[in-house]
């Protein structure tokens, strides 16, 4: 299914440029009748819901840039769980947005068929200056992408009042994460039943993406051990080296600290009935500017916590979404489009949206407003996640290795033999692309 999708964006990629060159004639025409030079451009814009009424919040926003640029701004509001899908037809259709959102693990089927748009010649270096996360958005060779929802990523969070009990400081290292998570294990009202875990983890999807235990768990440690999915071409998976080896190996080894029905409890669940419950020292969630306030009403029995944004092992790392707004190269106006995305995720915009959504600062100029213990994540610690390497086939070699983590953590295959096993699968999914694409 997934070749044969690529083989249609290819073909529509080509049309496409036929059709932007039928554009362009077309308006070298409308020039020589006499038509209004003044007539307002449409911009069309793909965006999943981001707040609960993304399109009058942005509508509103937009007023002044739409009088300003004699533009009318149509977006386009698109369910998570059909988005996807929505961007699939469409181009099968021949139909793309001007400006599309776009998340890593859709954008190499759509680099690769030449749909979204190089803007790296289009930018400057006062852009990477005031874009704070500019460099997020660079990928396979080229930027294609201007981060628009980011500084959220799942980080570790502490009991402090577990870690005090114990004599401990927050974890800095993995030595200092395994000990700890090993003296927090305990039967603590002596009914020879362990009540109080070290790490709460959950390894069921739950109602989430299977994606998820990797999100939460397993891209932190494999950065942490100086490894990646891809190899730096990306012709390869890298995820069964020796850094990939040692961080599930490192996994694995926590497990004697986890809830015993890991395998069955969801990651969201592990977070929310054991960790938020004071039953664990660590459990891991994404992070929000707001989780001071939120945690408060959320978790009452959360009394005393803090954070560490990643550990280190050989480096640091943690997972956080950098999505992007992208110029498609069906555009007839990019450099339009462009402005209109370095507008949203400009100051002026986005100081007024994050009123109503919270989130972190995008650029120097705005001003950080959310809770001040959360706010080291985008300031000093933000080099210490970043988002997933873009590279082919993403989604089913994420699904294949986390399958491959399942088996592994359910004591039913050896970490080498299982990563093995799921890097020859990968690699032949990598093979058969770019045989076909190149």
């Not at 290819?10 to 932007?20: D, R």
């Not at 994540?377 to 997933?388: M, N």
Request: proline content about 4%; some cysteine.
């Amino acid at each position: 299914m997934k070749k044969k999708l690529l083989s249609v964006l290819l073909c529509v990629s080509m049309i496409s440029a036929l059709a932007a060159g039928c554009g362009s004639k077309e308006s070298t025409s409308s020039e020589e009748n006499g038509s209004d030079s003044s007539e307002a451009t449409t911009l069309t814009m793909w965006l999943p819901p981001l707040d609960e009424d993304t399109e009058t919040n942005f509508k509103n926003l937009l007023s002044g840039w739409e009088e300003e640029n004699n533009c009318t701004v149509e977006m386009e509001i698109i369910p998570w769980q059909s988005y996807e899908e929505r961007w699939a037809t469409g181009v099968a259709g021949g139909e793309t947005p001007d400006i599309g959102y776009m998340y890593v693990e859709m954008y190499p089927t759509y680099i690769s068929s030449g749909l979204v748009m190089d803007l790296t010649d289009m930018v400057t270096d006062e852009d990477y200056e005031e874009y704070l996360f500019l460099d997020r958005g660079e990928m396979m060779g080229g930027l294609y992408g201007v981060p628009i929802v980011t500084g959220v990523p799942f980080v570790l969070y502490y009991n402090q009042d577990i870690l005090d009990s114990l004599n401990e400081e927050a974890p800095e290292t993995w030595e200092d994460f395994a000990r700890i998570c090993e003296e927090a294990t305990q039967d603590t009202d002596g009914d020879g039943v362990i009540d109080q875990y070290g790490y709460a983890v959950g390894l069921n999807s739950g109602d989430m993406s299977n994606l998820y235990v990797l999100n939460s768990y397993i891209y932190s440690l494999l950065w942490q051990a100086g490894g990646d999915i891809y190899t730096d071409d990306l012709k390869e998976v890298a995820f069964n080296n020796e850094a990939g080896v040692e961080a599930i190996e490192f996994f694995k080894s926590l497990k004697p600290y986890m809830p015993e029905n890991v395998m069955s409890l969801s990651g969201t669940d592990a977070f929310s009935t054991i960790f938020a419950e004071g039953k664990a020292a660590f459990g891991v969630t994404r992070s929000s500017s707001a989780d001071e306030t939120t945690f408060a009403s959320d978790y009452p029995n959360l009394k005393n916590w803090d954070y560490v944004t990643s550990l280190k092992n050989v480096d640091y790392g943690t997972f956080g979404a950098a999505d992007c707004l992208s110029v498609m190269t069906t555009s007839e106006n990019p450099e339009l489009a462009l402005d209109l995305i370095k507008y949203i995720t400009g100051s002026e915009f986005m100081t007024e949206y994050h009123k109503v959504a919270p989130g972190a600062p995008l650029t120097a100029t705005e001003e950080y407003t959310g809770d001040p213990k959360m706010e080291r994540i985008v300031s000093e610690d933000r080099d210490k996640w970043r988002p997933l390497q873009a590279g082919p086939c993403g989604s089913e070699i994420l699904e294949n290795y986390a399958a491959h983590i399942q088996s592994i953590m359910e004591g039913n295959m050896d970490v080498k033999e299982a990563l093995d096993e799921s890097a020859e699968y990968c690699n032949e999914v990598l093979n058969e692309y770019y045989a076909e694409n190149e």
